[in-house]
């Protein structure tokens, strides 16, 4: 072999291995089982496996807080504040170990994961056009959250419910708004009966009065608000933050939470 043909081997090897790396998939850590993997956009950063795992919830059996099955906590509340929320996926295991990742050992990095399944919450609850506004210049649609108190905002460093919410606004165009606050610190409500849960929660969520005067002056004559958490269990906590807001404001009040 000459030199020239020496020289002319190794560009064409060095080419082709260029090539074969801009048309190969390229490998991620799985958010999730971080390991290393070809991962989709529609994957939402996680690999294959992890992805076929998620348990969305396809079709809602209740028509008022979106469960996939039977629902006797909606059938006993008295009174419902906001007309309908809606939940991306089931509580299982699964979901429970990304969770609480996220939400007890603080990695952040998975804000955008949660935030992108919201949407699928999101239009799960446009397809029951019956109950949403018209879209009019009138009617301003708008995201707000659960707020956390501030001796649990010491504890974890951020309030899920407030990334996630920030999160889907990017996603839908939406602006994010803090519209309520919490007056008094609560236990995990998860482990109370729903009883429990219903005198807790109790005159625990107050309005924002600063947002109030703003948005009291908007030329909109009503709102659509989406209050955004991160799991749905009884809805004890979105039905009253949801008697608030509607305590002080014309407007549709739907939820849209993560799991359910």
Excluded at 39 to 58: A, D, F, K, M
Excluded at 113 to 136: E, N, P
Excluded at 212 to 219: A, I, K, L, R, T
Aim: charged letters at 25%.
């Amino acid at each position: 072999m000459s030199y020239r043909q020496f020289v002319g081997a190794i560009w064409m090897k060095k080419a082709l291995g260029a090539m074969h790396s801009l048309l190969s998939p390229r490998k991620e850590e799985c958010l999730l089982c971080k390991q290393n993997s070809v991962l989709q956009v529609n994957e939402l950063g996680l690999c294959h496996s992890c992805y076929t795992r998620i348990p969305w919830i396809r079709q809602a059996l209740c028509p008022t807080c979106g469960r996939g099955e039977t629902c006797s906590d909606c059938q006993r509340r008295q009174h419902s504040y906001f007309l309908r929320s809606r939940s991306a996926v089931r509580y299982d295991e699964t979901m429970k170990g990304l969770l609480a990742r996220y939400k007890y050992r603080g990695d952040e990095r998975l804000k955008g994961v949660l935030g992108q399944m919201l949407v699928h919450s999101y239009r799960l609850l446009q397809m029951d056009r019956d109950t949403l506004h018209a879209k009019s210049d009138s009617v301003q649609e708008l995201i707000t959250f659960v707020p956390v108190s501030e001796r649990r905002m010491l504890e974890r460093g951020f309030n899920q419910a407030e990334q996630m919410a920030v999160e889907l606004g990017k996603r839908l165009g939406l602006p994010v708004v803090r519209l309520l606050t919490r007056s008094k610190h609560t236990d995990k409500q998860s482990f109370k009966k729903r009883s429990e849960r219903l005198d807790d929660l109790e005159h625990v969520f107050e309005l924002n009065e600063a947002i109030h005067d703003e948005m009291v002056g908007c030329p909109a004559s009503s709102f659509v608000i989406y209050i955004v958490d991160d799991v749905y269990t009884t809805g004890s906590t979105m039905n009253q933050c949801a008697k608030v807001l509607r305590a002080y404001f014309s407007a549709e009040i739907f939820g849209l939470t993560w799991a359910r």
